[in-house]
T-cell receptor, first 112, second 114 residues
Framework: KNEVEQSPQNLTAQEGEFITINCSYSVGISALHWLQQHPGGGIVSLFMLSSGKKKHGRLIATINIQEKHSSLHITASHPRDSAVYIC??????????????FGTGTRLAVRP | DTGVSQNPRHKITKRGQNVTFRCDPI?????LYWYRQTLGQGPEFLTYFQNEAQLEKSRLLSDRFSAERPKGSFSTLEIQRTEQGDSAMYLC????????????FGEGSWLTVV
């Protein structure tokens, strides 16, 4: 079993739909990260969470530390949101810095 | 600040050849990480530097792989005697020294071993 599990693996939505991507983890963490990866490889950090909820534009991320679960929500989805969304956790050992353990990603396609 | 820079972006090499990738982190970041990503998978940790010290290496980093960060600024990742299984994207990331910071990624270096 992977330390970080994401669901769904693939998601297709119509423009304007509300989207939720889920992440569960099985290890102790200091922070959970939501990342976006477009074709071609570049990864952009969307959120870093250690508790509660964060919002940035149409994106909302929540985390429940007790349940070891996080969700990424996209409101009013748009075709430009099409990308792979990756959940990652950090904070195992102090000597590892901010080393990340990644989920396998959720491939999102938003159709016009 | 131009962010994390990686070179070359793409490399095609014959099996058995050596390749070297370079990463220039954000200038004030003293933490630097290398990851490897194969198609359809999330990235996997390879190694971590704090300044010039290599503090952690994954078991994925076989004897054919070596990483350096000689002056605590840029880093190189060398793969000797490449194998087809080395074909992947090699990602570099950096972050400031205190824990719990946003991590910044480079665009990655794609390696194809033929």
């Amino acid at each position: 079993k992977n330390e970080v599990e994401q669901s769904p693996q693939n998601l297709t939505a119509q423009e304007g739909e509300f989207i939720t991507i889920n992440c569960s983890y099985s290890v102790g963490i200091s922070a959970l990260h939501w990342l976006q990866q477009h074709p071609g490889g570049g990864i952009v950090s969307l959120f870093m969470l250690s508790s509660g909820k964060k919002k940035h534009g149409r994106l909302i991320a929540t985390i429940n530390i007790q349940e070891k679960h996080s969700s990424l929500h996209i409101t009013a989805s748009h075709p430009r949101d099409s990308a792979v969304y990756i959940c990652a956790v950090s904070g195992g050992k102090k000597s590892s810095g901010d080393k990340l353990t990644f989920g396998t990603g959720t491939r999102l396609a938003v159709r016009p | 600040d131009t962010g994390v820079s990686q070179n070359p972006r793409h490399k095609i090499t014959k099996r058995g050849q050596n390749v070297t990738f370079r990463c220039d982190p954000i200038s004030e970041h003293n933490r630097l990480y290398w990851y490897r990503q194969t198609l359809g998978q999330g990235p996997e940790f390879l190694t971590y530097f704090q300044n010039e010290a290599q503090l952690e290496k994954s078991r994925l980093l076989s004897d054919r792989f070596s990483a350096e960060r000689p002056k605590g600024s840029f880093s190189t990742l060398e793969i000797q005697r490449t194998e087809q299984g080395d074909s992947a994207m090699y990602l570099c990331a950096s972050s400031p020294s205190s824990s719990g910071n946003t991590i910044y990624f480079g665009e990655g270096s794609w390696l194809t071993v033929v």
